[in-house]
């Protein structure tokens, strides 16, 4: 390995070597990693050891060897946040950690919920449907990302819990968070930092960041695919956190199998539920050996690049992006306004090339195992497609 989370130091790294891992670079131009991040041969090699260990030994291979690389998920999962891994639990989804984590406050004392109108909206939902709790979608002023002041500004005593995104899944902004922690701590609010689009693409320091709580999952830039995701709770937060959504994985004496008594785990792990997909917790640690083999800072410093060619392309040809205005605020994840995105998608997979779209845009999201010349082609075949197509 050859650093977790440094950050003065970037190794040179021969990211085309890198594509070998992936077969689907072989077979697509992939340029949709804020989807779904591309299968490595690592991952399946952790996959199939998974699998070996259950011919082995049954059930026995819990305690012989998945307990351990759900532990060792953890350790990595909280080196790459700055945190300890006894703050890390994994959950099923980021809906499902945010219903443990939502159902572990009175709304009778403070009934608010204050996030941005910018956010993914299963971050509302958790709080829509639960009675009596008022849900404020702070508005962006340009439609890119929110101004930490305003959202300061609607934070007050009534505040149960203040969240947003990290990265936004609409605008592949970064959000600048310091105000908005100092004022959720002023007002005693609990706050939650949605970070499942800056995992694996942008440095995530959960100390620098404020965040009481923060969610990720492996399925986009982690390169770990679907059925798991990772909570952050702050250590001072985790004793006086009780969810009344709760499983046997919570329980401090788990394997007491006591029905007449419950008492929390001590750390984390008191907001996890039940059995986890084993198999995806293997995929992950696959997909997180290479983020964390290359590092998140210069994983960024690749796509960065990436990034600023594929904008400076699509402006050479007249178009636009709806992202933030300072190459330092922007991530990978990139949106095109465009007419028909649907159906420029979909030209583009006739080609082979696979991006995605969102009502008005044409998504992309290039990370660093692409190259210069795949965005090149992109561009190209967005740019033909514009021209060859009906007015
Ligand atoms: C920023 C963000 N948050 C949350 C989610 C939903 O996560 P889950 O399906 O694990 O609940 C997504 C899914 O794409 C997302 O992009």
Request: proline share 5%; net charge negative; aromatic share 10%.
């Amino acid at each position: 390995m050859l650093h977790v989370g440094a950050r003065s130091y970037l190794p040179r790294v021969n990211w085309i070597e890198s594509r070998a891992e992936f077969p689907i670079l072989e077979r697509k131009t992939y340029l949709n990693s804020c989807s779904l991040g591309a299968l490595s041969q690592r991952a399946l090699g952790r996959v199939a050891e998974f699998h070996e260990d259950w011919h082995n030994y049954g059930a026995s291979a819990w305690y012989e060897t998945w307990v351990g690389r759900m532990s060792e998920l953890r350790g990595r999962v909280a080196a790459m946040i700055n945190a300890e891994e006894r703050e890390v639990a994994l959950s099923a989804s980021v809906s499902a950690a945010l219903s443990v984590l939502g159902s572990a406050f009175d709304y009778s004392k403070r009934n608010r919920v204050v996030m941005s109108e910018l956010d993914f909206p299963t971050a509302a939902y958790q709080w829509m449907v639960r009675p009596g709790v008022e849900v404020v979608r702070v508005p962006s002023d340009d439609g890119i990302s929110i101004d930490p002041q305003r959202m300061a500004d609607a934070i007050d005593d009534r505040t149960a819990i203040v969240l947003i995104s990290h990265v936004f899944f609409t605008t592949g902004a970064i959000q600048k968070t310091a105000a908005i922690a100092e004022a959720a701590r002023r007002h005693g609010a609990f706050f939650i930092i949605d970070a499942y689009q800056s995992g694996g693409q942008v440095p995530i320091d959960v100390n620098a960041l404020g965040a009481d709580a923060l969610v990720t999952g492996p399925l986009k830039w982690l390169l770990g695919g679907p059925g798991l995701a990772y909570v952050f709770v702050r250590d001072e937060w985790i004793h006086n956190l009780k969810p009344t959504i709760t499983g046997w994985f919570a329980a401090r004496d788990q394997f007491a199998f006591d029905i007449n008594n419950f008492a929390f785990k001590d750390d984390a792990r008191r907001f996890e539920l039940g059995t986890p997909a084993l198999s995806t917790v293997h995929a992950a640690l696959g997909g997180q050996e290479i983020i964390d083999s290359f590092g998140v800072a210069a994983i960024r410093g690749r796509n960065s690049e990436l990034t600023e060619q594929l904008i400076a392309r699509l402006r050479d040809a007249g178009m636009s992006i709806r992202g933030a205005a300072n190459p330092e605020d922007r991530s990978a994840l990139v949106m095109i306004p465009h007419d028909e995105p649907a159906a420029a998608v979909q030209r583009l997979a006739a080609r082979r090339i696979v991006v995605d779209w969102r009502p008005g845009y044409v998504r992309v999201s290039p990370h660093f195992y692409n190259t210069p010349d795949e965005v090149d082609l992109f561009v190209d075949a967005l740019i033909d497609g514009r021209t060859s197509s009906p007015a």
